[in-house]
């Protein structure tokens, strides 16, 4: 069993900043890809950001130098940085992580996030 427990969301008004952090824990001996999706309501679930093992990341277009992406591999833990948020931001924030060994995902159950106008 894998956990996966978020942390960080609320509400926040425009231009304000939030740290989220996403703890894995359980039967997970390495993390290779840790990552943040995001979905609003009536929208699809959308990619955020990812970070791999060693470091190298990428974050989608829309908050590409508002939010940042890391990760602290001893603690197998990632957070995501967002900074100038919106209101467009608003949306519930999932963690996810690909396992070294297998391959398998796992998604932690979604935090809140509201950005007032």
């Known amino acids: 069993q894998v956990q996966l427990v978020e942390s960080g969301g609320g509400l926040v008004q425009a231009g304000g900043s939030l740290r989220l952090s996403c703890a894995a824990s359980?039967?997970?001996?390495?993390?290779?890809?840790m990552g943040w999706y995001r979905q609003a309501p009536g929208k699809e679930r959308e990619w955020v950001a990812i970070?791999?093992?060693?470091?190298?990341?990428n974050h989608a277009d829309s908050v590409k130098g508002r939010f940042t992406i890391s990760r602290d591999n001893a603690k197998n833990t990632v957070y995501l940085q967002m900074n100038s948020l919106k209101p467009e931001d608003t949306a519930v924030y999932y963690c996810?992580?690909?396992?070294?060994?297998?391959?398998?995902?796992?998604w932690g159950q979604g935090t809140q996030v509201t950005v007032s106008s």
């Open positions: 359980g039967s997970i001996f390495s993390i290779n890809v």
């Open positions: 970070i791999k093992y060693k470091g190298r990341r």
């Open positions: 996810t992580v690909i396992a070294t060994m297998g391959g398998n995902t796992y």
